[in-house]
């Protein structure tokens, strides 16, 4: 089993910046894909990002391009997730989630209890 814990959540201002980070610990496997997805109230579960256990093959919606940088440090098992020019529109909780299909789809892989994000006007 894979076990995945968010931090770096919280209350901040619209035009802020927050960075999220997810640890994994367990059986993650040597070749794997890591994300993030998040969800707004009454809204559906979106994947925002994502990244390979080699760092490769970087991917963003729309909704967060050129706002939203993903990283991942293999020595510390971290995924990261650096959100600046953060808006009211990016208030939800954040989810990492972990697949060694190399797929991130909601219902699959590992997730962890999510961080929630709320941004102020």
């Known amino acids: 089993q894979v076990q995945l814990v968010e931090s770096g959540g919280g209350l901040v201002q619209a035009g802020g910046s927050l960075r999220l980070s997810c640890v994994a610990s367990?059986?993650?496997?040597?070749?794997?894909?890591m994300g993030w997805f998040r969800q707004a109230p009454g809204k559906e579960r979106e994947l925002i990002a994502g990244i390979n256990w080699s760092g490769s093959n970087i991917a963003y919606a729309d909704s967060v391009k050129g706002r939203f940088t993903i990283s991942r440090d293999d020595a510390k098992n971290t995924v990261y997730l650096q959100m600046n020019s953060l808006k009211p529109e990016d208030t939800a909780v954040y989810y990492c989630?972990?697949?060694?299909?190399?797929?991130?789809?909601?219902?699959?892989?590992?997730w962890g209890p999510g961080t929630q994000v709320t941004v102020s006007s």
């Open positions: 367990g059986r993650t496997g040597t070749i794997y894909r």
């Open positions: 989630v972990l697949d060694r299909t190399l797929r991130l789809r909601i219902g699959a892989g590992f």
